[in-house]
């Protein structure tokens, strides 16, 4: 027998199957990992079975054998292989690219391993009785007591128990299990244990009561899954138990005898997001994103490959979990760029769902109370189906909010970060002994340093970009490669002292609060507070549990979280997303509001909202500010409509990333020179005509520079028409032929413009 085998190394040139015998005392299959000799060296190298050729002869004599098989156990299903081809096939990537995403990184290489504990017993067919009486002299004492307790404890027991736990019990007992070890009073065996991530008990939940509006949307999917068919966008408001319907939703794909998928967009909402999920479906729920241990993510990837798992929660790379017979995917807060890989395979999410999907006959839910513009463009034009529910459940009103032009706040005076109405706003609910998120979504004390002698703004080295205050270190540091600089005294341009700090930050917020509220307390959650193992978990935690009354954070504190006892919601800074150069700025930054907002009085108490910003007119915040999203899609469709933007074009862009500055302008000269010839031949056969192509521009990145690599850009826009397809497939077709180490495969309305 014959395998088809993808060796693991990523390279163009070796972007094929390879053909090995499969020797005859060796089960293997379709989908194993395996070990074989490769090159002319025959190096050890892993790979992966993709076909096998029961009948093929002729070839073996000059073929290699595999060395062995890797696990005893499959570690790609048959649908992963068929999404892996998938994949290559429409983002143009390896195929050991797309297999590696289906696989916990650990498992390559055999860099973790099961975790297995060491157990004793008691000998099979031992005399209990003669062995203790031998434990005694003659004159009746214990030889030894250790001993004598260790027996005593496992024939109480009735079963095994790990060395551990007995030495827990018992001082001493190493050296006396290994006596009893050598005289054959004890059989020393092992087990295999799981790595638990999320060990504390949670709170059994049962089906809540619903509102009509999610009754409609749960009867909707129910019937999908009995049909093995249908996408949806769930469009509900804050508050509307949009979970609640996922929940009993994937209660009905588990009596149906299949399984489901859940996706969250931030490692700081799965927290939250498992224990609910425990609390309904116990032991069935395994949970997948980045910040697990090794060990951690390598043993919920197995029980989930064992089919001990019914659920799986977690951030995107969750999509690929070994889930056999699949009825549900739901993708939540569905909206979020996370969604979309920034490495090869550059891939979205929502897309290859909704292919596993297909695959597997599964229901695909997408869920959101900002639903993505392109979405529910989608769902207008009925590729979606849209379900809405508009309401908060139980009659729950959504938060008052009041929009706070700082610009009269300054002229009457007030310099604070806090305005009048935030202030007096903060001190009643304080009062009240309820609680407050404040929310800006800027890292650090100031966003710049700069000299008020000659206007100097200090740059990091590597990157071009400001540096940012943090004040707790007294450093500065790049919040793109990560560099620490010290604050000079002097400015380096001009030599004088006028070193000043701008723009506010997370830590000023804090403190700025701390000065104004100080019997109060504070939390702060943001990439500086929540690098530690668990950060999330503790932050969150705590401030369910009311050891703080404010909770100060970036965008990990707008979505997704439910504090009962929040009713008070302060932006700080409105206008920090309205400006940058991404046709996405006015969409993410009427997200970003509506989503916090949505974080007050989800529960009995009425919540209110406070945004301070400098463009109090603006169509983000002023439908925010109304919770009108089909008031802001209609705005900005229309938008996007007259400019020809996406949906209304295609947006692709590629990325060239070199040492040399002069090397990347021309790359991207180079490359936009044969985009535009393969781009007009395109056309031309087709009988099309050029107006089509609205943009192909070579130019320098917004960030030009990062970690020391200059990053210059091909921006290509052209009109969505019968002919898109077509131009797309021929840009593909020039990547793939002028593949080079330096320039990035192109991108299809890339998520970031940075």
């Known amino acids: 027998m014959i395998a088809n085998v993808s060796v693991d190394i990523a390279h163009s040139n070796i972007d094929r199957l390879f053909s090995y015998i499969v020797p005859e005392d060796m089960d293997v299959s379709v989908g194993h990992r395996v070990l074989v000799p490769f090159g002319a060296g025959n190096r050890k190298t892993e790979g992966f079975v993709i076909g096998l050729d029961y009948e093929a002869q002729s070839a073996q004599g000059s073929l290699k054998q595999i060395i062995r098989t890797l696990e005893p156990y499959t570690v790609l299903l048959p649908d992963q292989l068929e999404l892996a081809k998938w994949m290559v096939k429409n983002y143009k990537c390896l195929l050991v690219e797309a297999l590696r995403v289906m696989i916990p990184a650990q498992l390559r290489g055999g860099r973790v391993k099961e975790k297995r504990i060491r157990t004793v017993r008691l000998a099979d067919g031992i005399d209990i009785d003669a062995v203790i009486s031998k434990m005694y002299s003659k004159n009746g004492k214990l030889k030894s007591a250790v001993q004598y307790e260790i027996v005593d404890m496992l024939q109480k027991a009735g079963c095994e128990m790990s060395v551990k736990d007995i030495c827990g019990f018992i001082p001493g007992a190493q050296s006396a299990i290994s006596s009893l070890l050598r005289k054959g009073v004890l059989e020393e065996d092992g087990r295999t244990v799981y790595r638990q991530p999320y060990m504390d008990e949670v709170a059994v939940t049962q089906p809540l009561s619903m509102t009509p509006a999610q009754e409609t949307a749960l009867s909707e999917i129910i019937w999908a899954i009995d049909s093995r068919h249908g996408s949806y966008l769930l469009h509900g408001v804050t508050g509307s138990g949009k979970t609640e319907v996922y929940m009993q939703a994937i209660s009905h794909a588990l009596s149906a005898g299949g399984t489901a998928i859940v996706l969250v967009p931030e490692i700081s909402l799965t927290p939250q997001t498992v224990d609910r999920f425990r609390g309904r479906f116990g032991d069935r729920v395994a949970v997948l994103h980045s910040r697990l241990s090794p060990g951690e993510r390598f043993d919920e990837w197995r029980r989930i490959r064992l089919g001990r798992v019914s659920v799986v929660v977690g951030a995107r790379s969750a999509l690929f979990a070994p889930l056999e017979n699949i009825r549900l995917i739901v993708i939540d807060e569905e909206h979020e760029q996370s969604y979309y890989s920034e490495t090869s395979p550059r891939y979205s999410a929502i897309d290859v769902a909704s292919h596993r999907c297909s695959l597997n006959g599964a229901v695909l839910v997408l869920g959101s109370a900002t639903p993505a513009l392109n979405d529910y463009f989608k769902a207008m034009r009925g590729r979606l189906t849209l379900l809405e529910m508009p309401d908060r459940i139980s009659g729950i009103p959504m938060p008052r909010v009041e929009v706070v032009d700082m610009r009269k706040e300054f002229l009457k005076g007030n310099s604070s970060i806090f305005s009048t109405s935030l202030y007096n706003s903060l001190k009643e609910c304080l009062d009240r002994g309820e609680q407050a998120i404040l929310f800006i979504n800027r890292r650090g004390y100031s966003t710049f340093v700069s000299c008020r002698g000659c206007g100097h703004v200090f740059s990091c080295p590597d990157c071009d970009v400001s540096m940012t205050y943090h004040k707790p270190e007294a450093c500065m540091k790049c919040h793109y490669c990560g560099r620490i600089s010290r604050i000079p005294d002097k400015c380096p341009e001009c030599g004088k002292p006028y070193i000043k700090y701008f723009g506010i930050g997370t830590q000023q917020v804090e403190e700025q609060f701390l000065k104004y509220f100080s019997v109060y307390t504070a939390l702060r959650m943001d990439m500086d507070t929540t690098g530690a193992r668990n950060a999330h978990q503790r932050i969150l935690k705590a401030f369910e549990n009311k050891e703080a009354q404010v909770l100060i954070g970036t965008q990990m504190v707008a979505k997704g979280l439910d504090i009962k006892n929040v009713t ?37 108490k009425q919540g209110e909202v406070i945004i301070q910003t400098y463009s109090p007119d603006h169509p983000a915040v002023t439908f925010a500010s109304k919770h009108d999203y089909k008031g802001f899609y209609d705005y900005e469709i229309a938008q996007r409509r007259a400019s020809l933007f996406p949906p209304y074009s295609a947006f692709i862009r590629v990325l060239i990333c070199t040492e040399e500055e002069r090397l990347a302008e021309e790359l991207s000269e180079q490359y936009a020179n044969g985009i535009r010839e393969i781009v007009e031949n395109t056309l031309k056969s087709r009988g099309a005509k050029s107006s089509e192509v609205l943009l192909i521009m070579a130019s320098p990145a917004p960030v030009k520079r990062r970690q020391g690599i200059y990053r210059y850009q091909v921006l290509m826009r052209f009109a969505r028409t019968r002919n898109t397809p077509a131009l797309v497939d021929a840009i593909y077709d020039y990547a793939l032929s002028n593949r080079r180490e330096e320039i990035s495969f192109p991108e299809i309305n890339p998520m970031d413009m940075f």
């Open 568 to 604: 008070l919601v302060g932006v700080i800074a409105a206008d920090a997303m309205l400006h940058i150069p991404d046709f996405r700025s006015c969409e993410r930054t009427f997200q970003l509001l509506t989503q916090v907002a949505g974080r007050a009085g989800r529960h009995k």
